[in-house]
Nanobody, 118 residues
Framework: QVQLQESGPGLVKPSQTLSLTCTVSGGSITTSYYAWSWIRQPPGKGLEWMGVILYDGDTYYSPSLKSRTSISRDTSKNQFSLQLSSVIPEDTAVYYC??????????WGQGTQVTVSS
């Protein structure tokens, strides 16, 4: 079973870059047809999909966040990462990493709280 664990700072100052890493165990991020996503949930709001990196390295982003978001991976460490630049207080949220395989299986990390504040 795939397991995901988010890591990164819990507090980021406005205008800085938020960086999170998702460490994957129980499966390889290069296994065919897996999609590895970042999803966030601001306080009192619903889930927001931010972007995805596929098993082959292709990336896709939410149009509303595309200009500030970058997702990358380190296959040697079986990790994928999120960078969100020029953060504002409205980027405060619980950030989740997520894995899906062809719509049949889905796995979630436990989530990590990130607060944007000076």
């Amino acid at each position: 079973q795939v397991q995901l664990q988010e890591s990164g700072p819990g507090l980021v100052k406005p205008s800085q870059t938020l960086s999170l890493t998702c460490t994957v165990s129980g499966g390889s991020i290069t296994t065919s047809y897996y999609a590895w996503s970042w999803i966030r949930q601001p306080p009192g709001k619903g889930l927001e999909w931010m972007g995805v990196i596929l098993y082959d390295g292709d990336t896709y982003y939410s149009p509303s966040l595309k200009s500030r978001t970058s997702i990358s991976r380190d296959t040697s460490k079986n990790q994928f990462s999120l960078q969100l630049s020029s953060v504002i207080p409205e980027d405060t949220a619980v950030y989740y990493c997520n894995a899906r395989w062809l719509g049949y299986y889905e796995y979630w990390g436990q989530g990590t709280q990130v607060t944007v504040s000076s």
